[in-house]
């Protein structure tokens, strides 16, 4: 039934989530630079809507569905995604404290924001073009 999910497939899923959800930071970042915070506010709830989806989509994969799908995971994509996750599980762990942040206590968003900037930036680097996906 679920003959499709291929560790090559799985990983590229993951990249193109992490692609697409990027997006919508840079078009959040952008609109905070312009002044624009609502939008700024709106996309990052977005942002953060569809980043937990495809964690808690993926978790549910690797966990419930496939089990034994990190298994069969090259050494080298078992490395490569040891590096991703050292980024992105504290990416996931900032994201309701970012929204949390940003709604209600602004001076810890700016300096928070700088924290998941960075954490952020290395999940896009190690999930896009670290992850081997052949």
């Known amino acids: 039934m679920f003959d499709f999910l291929t560790p090559a497939n799985v990983i590229l899923g ?3 989530a992490v692609g697409a959800v990027t997006l919508i930071f840079l ?8 002044k624009k915070k609502k939008l700024h506010g709106l996309l990052n709830t977005i942002f953060f ?22 298994a069969q ?4 994509a078992k490395r490569a995604l040891g590096i991703h996750l050292f980024f992105s599980i504290p990416s996931a762990l900032l994201l ?16 928070l924001a700088v924290v998941f900037s960075t954490l952020w930036i290395g999940t896009v680097v190690t999930g896009i073009f670290f992850l081997p996906h052949d």
């Open 96 to 111: 309701p404290a970012m929204l949390w942040t940003g709604k209600k206590h602004h001076r810890l968003h700016v300096p």
């Open 27 to 34: 078009a959040s970042t952008i609109s905070i630079l312009l």
């Open 49 to 70: 809507a569809l980043t937990m989806t495809a964690v808690i989509a993926f978790e549910v994969i690797i966990r419930f569905i496939l089990p034994d799908l990190t």
């Open 14 to 16: 993951l990249k193109i």
């Open 73 to 76: 995971f090259s050494p080298e």
